[in-house]
T-cell receptor
Framework: NAGVTQTPKFQVLKTGQSMTLQCAQDMNHEYMSWYRQDPGMGLRLIHYSVGAGITDQGEVPNGYNVSRSTTEDFPLRLLSAAPSQTSVYFC??????????????FGPGTRLTVT | SQQGEEDPQALSIQEGENATMNCSYKTSINNLQWYRQNSGRGLVHLILIRSNEREKHSGRLRVTLDTSKKSSSLLITASRAADTASYFCATDDRGGNNRKLIWGLGTSLAVNP
């Protein structure tokens, strides 16, 4: 199994540009999520999905869109990049149940710089 | 919002010593998890402890959970330079939205050879 893969590893955008961060998992996990990690801020949840066709907002969703058309893929789209979106982005996946969480599997991250 | 708060924020020890870091949280939980993050890498799951468990071991790791105090500790025994990393705790919120993990800000551990 490849686990959770993310592309690209690095990206530089100009303010106002849009782009999509790709995330894929091959473990048949129902739950997938996107986080951003900034120095001193820990992990902040952007969006998550509990299955194909179902997405919901996390704590910092503004400026980001997601879709989940398949179990495997969960792309994150930046609509109009801003310098405040400079961060490291992690995708994670896990099995899902009604009570509690299973262990999360993380991708290697995408380091995004917006100038 | 961040629920978990790790303590200390940073810890520096010598190889062979034990490292203890703590996590406090605010709500009722189903389980609590600990993760490690090496510099520039994704997080790696270390251990999960359920709310009805008090202690759990995995190799050199020992995790305790005190639900009455809403706190957990992670002990790494006989530390090695390779244990140098940031360590995070994560909880769910049994009484609220149970679909979001809530993360602490992490403890940065440096193990000096």
């Amino acid at each position: 199994n490849a686990g959770v893969t993310q592309t690209p590893k690095f990206q530089v955008l100009k303010t106002g540009q849009s782009m999509t961060l790709q995330c894929a998992q091959d473990m048949n996990h129902e739950y997938m999520s996107w986080y951003r990690q900034d120095p001193g801020m820990g992990l902040r949840l952007i969006h998550y999905s509990v299955g194909a066709g179902i997405t919901d907002q996390g704590e910092v969703p503004n400026g980001y869109n997601v879709s989940r058309s398949t179990t495997e893929d969960f792309p994150l789209r930046l609509l109009s990049a801003a310098p405040s979106q400079t961060s490291v982005y992690f995708c994670a996946s896990s099995y899902s149940k009604n009570t509690g969480f299973y262990e999360q599997y993380f991708g290697p991250g995408t380091r995004l710089t917006v100038t | 919002s961040q629920q978990g708060e790790e303590d200390p924020q940073a810890l520096s020890i010598q190889e062979g010593e034990n490292a203890t870091m703590n996590c406090s949280y605010k709500t009722s939980i189903n389980n609590l998890q600990w993760y490690r993050q090496n510099s520039g890498r994704g997080l790696v799951h270390l251990i999960l402890i359920r709310s009805n468990e008090r202690e759990k071991h995995s190799g050199r790791l020992r995790v305790t959970l005190d639900t009455s105090k809403k706190s957990s500790s992670l002990l790494i025994t006989a530390s090695r330079a390779a244990d140098t990393a940031s360590y995070f705790c994560a909880t769910d919120d049994r009484g609220g939205n149970n679909r979001k993990l809530i993360w602490g800000l992490g403890t940065s551990l440096a193990v000096n050879p």
